[in-house]
């Protein structure tokens, strides 16, 4: 049998202090703890898990939720019996969760310390640890009395907080489900280069607010070793929640990396972070690059689902708006805000475009053609010979196509003149995917999915490609090995949208990525402006679409080219 050693915290070290006993005649709650080892996120770890009940708790109704990293310390118990019974926050369980040990293979061996890769890595594997795994389990146990837990869903009752590398922990997990977190206590946070953490400023700046409420705590003297300045990455983080327009306080000090200074404003701060409850936390409005194209309290709306997997968004003149289901080879038309078959065999149909003739081109998977389908849905040959992803029809009829497929990590980007005769024009790009041109369809945009770059080159008048460039750089999610960019499109401020496994991202001219906007089921594969002013985007999101209105209008390829206003550089 495996001997399991004591759990052990590595480097940077950190001590907690217990709180002095409370004196008031206060409600006392009780406290059991257990070892986890079923994780399938985290497979092969085991922790220990410490479980308080406040007195108050019935067994029925469903108890807020605080849950803080690195075990529970002893301050928490009496600060949530004080505040409970003094009702300046609502009935709380509090769950203090050790980091995973894979136990040692024998006593000549040592155990895999999970706790820098669970703490300090970002993505949402343990945001689903958590919320899949470890709180289903909570609930299987029973509090003095014979109570049984029960631990509310909703995000606006749950919280999250810890020390040090406990501390960005809880704000990943607040930043990954905001829906299912949306209170954090961050004390000594590590927000630095250990595992990416010192990119949280500026995600916490491009990204659309999410509505999630922050207490900070550090100190002048904490650390500043090879993985950067704590004292100075926790004030930078404090700057970037204010410019996002978060809910966020601080208390700094001038104490070192030291988990104890948690207990001193740990009460305030409780009494913060659940005040105005049960209303959740309310997001800001962010930038002045977000506040320039989204409208406050306009979010995204659905527009269909149970789709296979949808793609080619596309919009004619009058702003209709019309996608296909590539797995089921429909295109559907957006009538009155709700999907239409239009056709029932799209021959496989994936990305297309309106041309400026008003026929609808698509790239057709199932015969490897370019057809144009007309307004009675009847189609006609329009270009063969090769297997198109994702296409642009420009104001001359000329087309751009990519084919990611016929060589492996070397695709090809085609040329297609008015009258269907086609060339190759560049080949290269491990996976060229999404394509668009400016607004005054000087440049080419491609994206390159298996990479973090979107493409820009010069189009000559015989339709070759010049200058080409790896322009835009695109944020890629920590848990990704690209950045999955697919669908572009242009506003008509020169704006590039994006659509990438982070959501969309909104770059300016210079090739910089101003905006994240993620979707509500975390999924876009392209979009598409429509409406009749073509200010509603739509999105298409694997089995469902989403649209919604914004205050930039989209710039369609088929009109006539104009000068976009120059960047600001």
């Given at each position: 049998?495996?001997?399991?050693?004591?759990?052990?915290?590595?480097?940077?070290?950190?001590?907690?202090?217990?709180?002095?006993?409370?004196?008031?005649?206060?409600?006392?709650?009780?406290?059991?703890?257990?070892?986890?080892?079923?994780?399938?996120?985290?497979?092969?770890?085991?922790?220990?898990?410490?479980?308080?009940?406040?007195?108050?708790?019935?067994?029925?109704?469903?108890?807020?939720?605080?849950?803080?990293?690195?075990?529970?310390?002893?301050?928490?118990?009496?600060?949530?019996?004080?505040?409970?019974?003094?009702?300046?926050?609502?009935?709380?369980?509090?769950?203090?969760?050790?980091?995973?040990?894979?136990?040692?293979?024998?006593?000549?061996?040592?155990?895999?310390?999970?706790?820098?890769?669970?703490?300090?890595?970002?993505?949402?594997?343990?945001?689903?640890?958590?919320?899949?795994?470890?709180?289903?389990?909570?609930?299987?146990?029973?509090?003095?009395?014979?109570?049984?837990?029960?631990?509310?869903?909703?995000?606006?009752?749950?919280?999250?907080?810890?020390?040090?590398?406990?501390?960005?922990?809880?704000?990943?997990?607040?930043?990954?489900?905001?829906?299912?977190?949306?209170?954090?206590?961050?004390?000594?946070?590590?927000?630095?280069?250990?595992?990416?953490?010192?990119?949280?400023?500026?995600?916490?700046?491009?990204?659309?607010?999410?509505?999630?409420?922050?207490?900070?705590?550090?100190?002048?003297?904490?650390?500043?070793?090879?993985?950067?300045?704590?004292?100075?990455?926790?004030?930078?983080?404090?700057?970037?929640?204010?410019?996002?327009?978060?809910?966020?306080?601080?208390?700094?000090?001038?104490?070192?990396?030291?988990?104890?200074?948690?207990?001193?404003?740990?009460?305030?701060?409780?009494?913060?972070?659940?005040?105005?409850?049960?209303?959740?936390?309310?997001?800001?409005?962010?930038?002045?690059?977000?506040?320039?194209?989204?409208?406050?309290?306009?979010?995204?709306?659905?527009?269909?689902?149970?789709?296979?997997?949808?793609?080619?968004?596309?919009?004619?003149?009058?702003?209709?708006?019309?996608?296909?289901?590539?797995?089921?080879?429909?295109?559907?038309?957006?009538?009155?805000?709700?999907?239409?078959?239009?056709?029932?065999?799209?021959?496989?149909?994936?990305?297309?475009?309106?041309g400026p003739d008003g026929k609808l081109y698509?790239?057709?998977?199932?015969?490897?053609?370019?057809?144009?389908?007309?307004?009675?849905?009847?189609?006609?040959?329009?270009?063969?010979?090769?297997?198109?992803?994702?296409?642009?029809?420009?104001?001359?009829?000329?087309?751009?196509?990519?084919?990611?497929?016929?060589?492996?990590?070397?695709?090809?980007?085609?040329?297609?003149?008015?009258?269907?005769e086609k060339k190759v024009v560049d080949t290269?790009?491990?996976?060229?995917?999404?394509?668009?041109?400016?607004?005054?369809?000087?440049?080419?945009?491609?994206?390159?999915?298996?990479?973090?770059?979107?493409?820009?080159?010069?189009?000559?008048?015989?339709?070759?490609?010049?200058?080409?460039?790896?322009?835009?750089?695109?944020?890629?999610?920590?848990?990704?090995?690209?950045?999955?960019?697919?669908?572009?499109?242009?506003?008509?401020?020169?704006?590039?949208?994006?659509?990438?496994?982070?959501?969309?991202?909104?770059?300016?001219?210079?090739?910089?990525?101003?905006?994240?906007?993620?979707?509500?089921?975390?999924?876009?594969?392209?979009?598409?402006?429509?409406?009749?002013?073509?200010?509603?985007?739509?999105?298409?999101?694997?089995?469902?679409?989403?649209?919604?209105?914004?205050?930039?209008?989209?710039?369609?390829?088929?009109?006539?080219?104009?000068?976009?206003?120059?960047?600001?550089?």
């Amino acid at each position: 049998m495996r001997r399991l050693l004591p759990l052990l915290l590595l480097t940077p070290a950190i001590a907690f202090a217990d709180e002095p006993k409370q004196s008031d005649p206060v409600p006392k709650g009780t406290t059991f703890s257990f070892d986890f080892n079923k994780s399938k996120v985290f497979p092969g770890t085991t922790r220990r898990v410490t479980v308080f009940v406040p007195a108050q708790y019935d067994g029925k109704t469903p108890a807020c939720v605080y849950v803080n990293q690195d075990g529970l310390p002893g301050y928490v118990g009496p600060t949530f019996e004080k505040l409970i019974a003094a009702k300046e926050m609502p009935v709380t369980i509090a769950i203090g969760v050790t980091p995973g040990v894979v136990p040692a293979a024998s006593k000549d061996t040592l155990p895999r310390f999970n706790r820098s890769y669970e703490y300090d890595g970002l993505g949402d594997a343990y945001a689903r640890m958590l919320l899949d795994e470890l709180l289903p389990e909570v609930e299987t146990k029973t509090a003095t009395g014979d109570r049984k837990i029960v631990l509310s869903k909703k995000g606006a009752d749950r919280a999250i907080g810890g020390a040090s590398s406990g501390a960005i922990c809880a704000f990943t997990v607040a930043w990954e489900r905001p829906d299912a977190f949306t209170r954090v206590f961050s004390t000594i946070g590590t927000y630095v280069g250990l595992r990416g953490g010192d990119i949280y400023p500026t995600l916490i700046r491009k990204f659309e607010p999410k509505p999630i409420r922050v207490f900070l705590q550090d100190g002048s003297k904490d650390l500043n070793i090879y993985g950067g300045d704590w004292w100075m990455a926790n004030q930078t983080m404090q700057r970037a929640l204010v410019f996002g327009g978060y809910e966020v306080k601080h208390e700094w000090n001038e104490g070192g990396h030291d988990g104890g200074l948690a207990a001193k404003p740990f009460p305030e701060a409780t009494k913060w972070l659940w005040k105005g409850w049960p209303e959740a936390p309310k997001a800001g409005e962010g930038s002045s690059q977000l506040k320039e194209i989204l409208i406050p309290g306009e979010g995204w709306k659905l527009v269909g689902e149970g789709y296979k997997f949808t793609e080619g968004p596309a919009t004619n003149a009058k702003g209709e708006v019309f996608f296909n289901d590539v797995g089921a080879a429909k295109t559907y038309k957006v009538v009155d805000g709700k999907p239409v078959e239009w056709l029932a065999d799209s021959k496989r149909g994936d990305g297309q475009r309106f041309g400026p003739d008003g026929k609808l081109y698509a790239n057709a998977a199932g015969v490897n053609k370019i057809l144009a389908w007309d307004a009675e849905g009847k189609a006609t040959e329009f270009a063969t010979g090769f297997k198109g992803n994702d296409l642009v029809v420009l104001n001359t009829g000329a087309i751009y196509d990519t084919d990611p497929f016929e060589t492996p990590n070397n695709s090809k980007i085609y040329y297609v003149s008015p009258q269907g005769e086609k060339k190759v024009v560049d080949t290269g790009l491990k996976f060229a995917n999404g394509i668009t041109v400016s607004p005054d369809q000087t440049l080419l945009y491609v994206a390159d999915s298996r990479t973090h770059w979107v493409y820009s080159y010069s189009i000559q008048p015989d339709g070759t490609l010049a200058n080409k460039q790896k322009y835009y750089h695109l944020y890629v999610h920590d848990r990704d090995d690209d950045s999955g960019a697919d669908g572009l499109r242009v506003d008509r401020d020169g704006r590039l949208w994006v659509a990438t496994k982070a959501g969309l991202q909104v770059c300016d001219q210079a090739g910089r990525v101003n905006c994240i906007i993620p979707t509500p089921n975390g999924k876009v594969s392209n979009l598409t402006f429509g409406g009749e002013n073509m200010d509603v985007i739509y999105a298409t999101c694997g089995e469902k679409v989403y649209s919604r209105k914004v205050k930039v209008k989209g710039a369609n390829a088929f009109e006539k080219p104009f000068k976009p206003t120059a960047p600001r550089l």
